[in-house]
Each structure stands twice: as structure tokens, then as C-alpha cells.
């Protein structure tokens, strides 16, 4: 896949194409304030994002609901300021962190990533965000752990989903510590030069590209280092058909339909389905990860 180190967003992307006149109008006054100094890296990929209106429109945000437009409905309710992340475990600086803290010192970077969620449609999305090993570094991880545990925020008052009690609350997730500290794994706090939207996780949730979706867990309030490959919210549900690795691998299909193949969102008329790459695309840089693992037994 060609990785381009010298792209942004606005260098393959018509402002007017993303935008649309509302947002264009709405957003005027903060980005005359912001224009974010945001260093470049060789991570984004060579193509060109979806529109704003596909990446904050069509989501997967079960707080808010099942429908893919509940998010978008719904999650303008959710309080994200003050916001703080509980980070213990096996640490040396185990506490409570405001975001402000969390983020301090640590390069936030735009990155144009592959999107691929179980469900077998995709997206593009220019992430604003750092490398999650930056955060575990500076919170000094303790010999012996071996993998990182996130949580979601528990806020049923305002997360409408939370109210159904046949989901296990709050959304958990978890990867083990090599891939936790791979640079492509970021923790992001935007999109498209705009602080992260309610419904794509504000303020902070994680991103690994190379997984499907549902390894980015959202609004996060809980970071814990553990010896013991921790629980995730889907392998709870449904253990034969999501696992704890979630790679995406076009060879293992879901037990009820192909991964072979995705359906790129915003694809229009002519836009069908294409096929499903290996680590959806980031195998040269994380296949190494896996070497020895039987992917069909580690799904
Ligand atoms: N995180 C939480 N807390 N709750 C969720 O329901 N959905 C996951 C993941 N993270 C989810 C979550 C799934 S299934 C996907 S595909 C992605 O978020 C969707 O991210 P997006 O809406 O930004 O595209």
C-alpha cells in the first residue's frame, strides 16, 4: 500500500467536496482561531477521506443506539468536558488524568487511515491524534504486563443505549501490549481539524487500523495495564463469532457472512464492493506481530 508522508487531507481533498455550505458557515469562526500546527508523518495512506458528513453521519456508537444514525441523533447530549482517564494497573504513575494532562507533551498528528469494521463496509478517515506508546511510556509500564484494557464511559443518563440492560455496560476492549505500543495505534482526539465529534467518540478514543472497528473503543475513561488478556465487549456477546484479536483477515469469515470483500461507504453509483486486504492493508508494517499465531485459531 503507498504510504505517502508528505500527504494532508487538504492537499487530496477539495475543501467544497467534504464540506458542505452548513458546516462550511458553522465551522468559519473556529478555524480562524485554530489552524493546528500538525506535524506530518509516513503513516496516512494515499487516498482521498470520506466526506465529514459519511464519517460523523454513519456510526457504530451502541450508547446511543442500534441505528447507524442514533449517534449522530443522539450523542450531542454527552458531556465531554470535564473528562478525565483513570490509567492503572501495572504502572509506575498509576492516577486520575484530565485529558489536558493526558495529551500533554505528546504530538498529535494527522493520520489518513483505512477504516474496516466487521460489518464489512469501510471508510477513510483523517485522524487527528498520538500514538497511544507515548502515553503508556510516560505512565511507565511495569515488567510483566502484557496487555492494555480500555473502558467506556458509564453514563446512562446521557447515553440513552446504556438504559438497555441486556448489553453488558460499559463498552470494553483490550490489545495486548505490542500492539498497544505499535506507532500506528493512536489514541485520537479529531477528525478533519475539528476537536473528535460526540458520535465518533469524543474526546478521546482509540484507533487500530489494522483491526476491524470494534477495537476502537470510544470515550474512554479507563486505561489499565494487566497480565491477563482482559474481557471485550463483542466477545462477551457472541464468542464464536468475535474475538479477542479481530484483525481484519479477508481468509476467516464471519460465521454469518464473507470478509472477503467491503463495501466502501460514500461509493455512489458505481461504487461496488472491493476486495478486503490482509491487516487491511497494514500487513508490512504489523504481520510481524503475529508471526507463529494460527489467525483462523487467534480471530
Ligand atoms: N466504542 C464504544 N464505546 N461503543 C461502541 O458501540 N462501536 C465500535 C467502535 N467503538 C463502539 C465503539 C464499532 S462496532 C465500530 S465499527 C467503530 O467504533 C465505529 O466508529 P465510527 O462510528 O467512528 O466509524
Not at 482521498?48 to 453521519?57: A, K, M, Q, S, V
Not at 456508537?61 to 470535564?82: H, I, M
Not at 482526539?189 to 483491526?211: F, H, S
Amino acid at each position: 500500500m503507498p504510504f505517502r508522508p508528505d500527504l494532508r487531507w487538504s492537499d487530496v481533498t477539495p475543501e467544497a467536496l467534504f464540506l458542505n455550505r452548513r458546516q462550511i458557515i458553522a465551522g468559519a469562526a473556529a478555524a480562524m482561531v485554530a489552524t493546528p500546527a500538525l506535524a506530518r508523518n509516513k503513516w496516512s495512506v494515499d487516498q482521498t477521506p470520506n466526506t465529514f458528513e459519511e464519517i460523523t453521519g454513519y456510526n457504530n456508537f451502541y450508547e446511543f443506539g442500534w441505528g447507524k444514525e442514533d449517534p449522530v441523533t443522539y450523542a450531542g447530549a454527552l458531556t465531554t468536558d470535564p473528562w478525565s482517564i483513570e490509567i492503572g494497573g501495572m504502572v509506575d504513575k498509576p492516577g486520575r488524568y484530565d485529558l489536558a494532562d493526558v495529551t500533554k507533551g505528546q504530538t498529535i498528528e494527522e493520520r489518513i487511515y483505512r477504516f474496516r469494521c466487521v460489518e464489512a463496509w469501510s471508510m477513510v478517515v483523517p485522524w487527528h491524534g498520538f500514538e497511544l506508546a507515548g502515553l503508556l511510556n510516560r505512565v511507565g509500564v511495569q515488567s510483566g504486563a502484557k496487555f492494555v484494557a480500555f473502558e467506556t464511559l458509564l453514563r446512562p443518563e446521557e447515553m440513552p443505549g446504556q438504559r438497555d440492560g441486556s448489553f453488558p455496560w460499559p463498552y470494553v476492549e483490550g490489545l495486548r501490549l505490542d500492539e498497544a505500543m505499535h506507532p500506528l495505534t493512536i489514541l485520537a482526539t479529531g477528525l478533519y481539524d475539528r476537536p473528535m465529534p460526540n458520535q465518533n467518540g469524543a474526546p478521546i478514543r482509540l484507533v487500530v487500523p489494522w483491526k476491524y472497528g470494534f477495537k476502537s473503543i470510544k470515550s474512554i475513561v479507563k486505561i489499565t495495564l494487566t497480565d491477563q488478556m482482559p474481557p471485550t465487549t463483542w466477545n462477551i456477546l457472541q464468542p464464536q463469532e468475535y474475538g479477542f484479536y479481530a484483525n481484519v483477515n479477508p481468509e476467516v469469515d464471519h460465521p454469518r457472512w464473507s470478509q472477503a470483500s467491503e463495501r466502501p461507504i460514500g461509493g455512489g453509483l458505481f461504487g461496488g464492493r472491493v476486495d478486503t486486504l490482509m491487516f487491511n492493508g497494514y500487513g508490512e508494517h504489523v504481520a510481524a506481530l503475529y508471526a507463529g499465531q494460527d489467525l483462523a485459531a487467534d480471530y
